[in-house]
């Protein structure tokens, strides 16, 4: 890698530690530090009933076990992304495998509701330092060229770790003891920073920068307060207590907005949105997160609640879909690379709606090859979206923000993920009483036939919400079309005819830098 680097004139940092090492295990360390955080975004729910059991938490808590983690990543992920630029990225990256195995191994001791959520939160912050600077790692350490196609077997650690959580939770949940979802961790992150301290090693020089703590502050606030009033209507009736949360973290989102306008350096990098293809991607990122993160609850909460199966039999028919998504990856960032990520993207986006259409006419008879079959269709869009999306981000990025670009990127994906899941919730519990639809979510109670009707239809409201969303998404990520047409004029005329992009064009040193904003 250390000549193609030279020849590209791209950063070094992240290169292997000496020049035999091959860079596809710099890669190999990447993926499966996404695993590991993967695992622990869908695990938990199967283990959920076990959980509620054993430690004696409220109905309307449990959520919080899988929410606090999701919410601890999307407000750390631009921030750890910044300590990535300050201090090097494989630096950070390696400290995050640290604190993600205290942080499991924290939950496997957990005694209570409140010691397992404040855990889940530590956990969370070594999740966020991972996957904000797993993306930066990479660019730092393939040239443009080759960007996709790590990013497209990067996504395999994605969707291996997704495979594995809804697998081994069962499994583990039926087994042995909820307990050990996190003690698995432990081994694994251990070898993952035992292989990273030999393969990963950080050169080049290191940017000055200041923590948003402000935004950050207000960001989860504000996400806090949407969120609360959210899972409360989940299981009690609109009051006055609800509204004010709602209207609160509003409030405060908008007190966040303005913060970001006014100071020197915002968590969100307000001057990234002016780069033609970043808007377009980061929305594309973050609705298609909020429709997809669903499916995988809503399809557990048919099979488990409607259909009656086992939560082990219910995730083994998930099983080909990951297998099927996590194979195509590599293709897709591979033409990405060599054509434009714009039609992998759109079109994967379009192919997940076909999925979702399908499984907004699930009903109560529906052949369960039906469910199968979807599934794997909507991997196969997912595998398109994600390495070509990620790819259009840090192509789109100047070399000196990689770190914020990547944090930016999972901050927009996970402000979808968490909404998503209190979303399918909301809208799928309008059909049937709100505690026995989250009774039927968390797998503690199975619906009778009379009632499998009515909860059958609240899910189909729930599917084709999450349609119209994906719509959207697919609608921004064409408009990338026209972007990547304004950028390669600005390559053509020279980044100083850009207005209000002064900033980032002085950062540019060589001729390839100064094209960072061409998305081929």
């Not at 042995?176 to 996190?182: D, E, H, K, N, P």
């Not at 398109?384 to 790819?391: A, E, G, Q």
């Not at 060589?510 to 998305?519: D, F, G, I």
Request: hydrophobic share 50%; charged share 10%; glycine share 10%.
């Amino acid at each position: 890698m250390g000549h193609r680097s030279k020849a590209t004139s791209f950063p070094v940092q992240g290169r292997l530690g000496t020049p035999g090492q091959h860079p596809n295990l710099a890669l190999l360390v990447v993926v499966v530090g996404v695993l590991i955080t993967a695992i622990d975004t869908t695990i938990v729910v199967l283990a959920l009933p076990e959980i509620q059991r054993s430690l004696h938490i409220g109905l309307a808590s449990v959520i919080w076990v899988i929410i606090s983690y999701l919410l601890m990543i999307t407000l750390l992920s631009t921030q750890v992304g910044r300590l990535g630029d300050m201090f090097g990225r494989v630096r950070m990256y390696e400290a995050g495998f640290v604190v993600f195995i205290v942080g499991s191994a924290a939950c496997a001791l957990a005694w209570n509701e409140l010691s397992l959520v404040v855990f889940r939160l530590a956990q969370g912050v070594g999740g966020a330092l991972i996957t904000a600077n797993s993306g930066a790692v990479i660019a730092d350490t393939f040239p443009k060229e080759q960007r996709g196609r790590a990013y497209g077997f990067n996504s395999i650690g994605f969707n291996t770790g997704a495979v594995l959580g809804v697998v081994l939770g069962g499994v583990i949940v039926t087994y042995v003891s909820w307990r050990w979802i996190f003690w698995i961790n432990v081994p694994i992150g251990i070898g993952a920073v035992v292989v990273a301290k030999r393969v990963l090693l950080d050169r080049g020089g290191r940017e000055r920068r200041r923590l948003d703590w402000w935004g950050m502050v207000t960001l989860g606030l504000g996400l806090f307060g949407l969120l609360w009033a959210m899972v409360k209507l989940t299981s009690e009736p609109l009051d006055l207590q609800v509204s004010a949360f709602f209207v609160g973290g509003l409030i405060t989102l908008l007190v966040f907005w303005w913060i970001e306008r006014s100071t020197s350096e915002p968590m969100l990098e307000l001057k990234l949105f002016r780069v033609p293809t970043m808007t377009p991607s980061l929305l594309a990122a973050m609705f298609q997160s909020l429709a997809n993160f669903a499916v995988l609850f809503l399809l557990l909460m048919y099979l488990q609640g409607v259909r009656q199966l086992s939560p082990i039999h219910a995730s083994l028919l998930l099983v080909p879909g990951y297998v099927v998504g996590g194979v195509v990856g590599p293709f897709a960032g591979r033409f990405a690379d060599r054509r434009s990520a714009v039609v992998p993207a759109t079109v994967g986006l379009g192919i997940q709606v076909l999925a979702l259409l399908v499984y907004a006419h699930l009903g109560l008879r529906t052949s369960l090859w039906v469910v199968v079959v979807a599934y794997v269709v909507g991997a196969v869009g997912a595998g398109c979206f994600f390495p070509s999306n990620n790819s259009a981000v840090m192509k789109a990025a100047p070399g000196k923000e990689f770190g914020i670009a990547s944090g930016l990127l999972r901050t927009f994906a996970n402000v979808g993920m968490v909404f998503s899941f209190a979303l399918a919730i909301l809208v799928a519990s309008a059909s049937i009483t709100k505690h026995e639809a989250f009774a039927i979510f968390v797998g503690t109670s199975t619906l009778s036939r009379s009632a499998a009707t009515a909860f059958t239809d609240g899910i189909h409201s729930a599917f084709y919400s999450s349609t119209s969303l994906m719509v959207v998404a697919a609608i921004l990520s064409a408009m990338r079309a026209r972007s990547g047409r304004a950028g390669r004029a600005v390559a053509k005329t020279g980044p100083e005819q850009m207005p209000n992009m002064q900033s980032f064009s002085s950062s540019s040193s060589t001729p390839a830098e100064s094209r960072w904003r061409q998305l081929r």
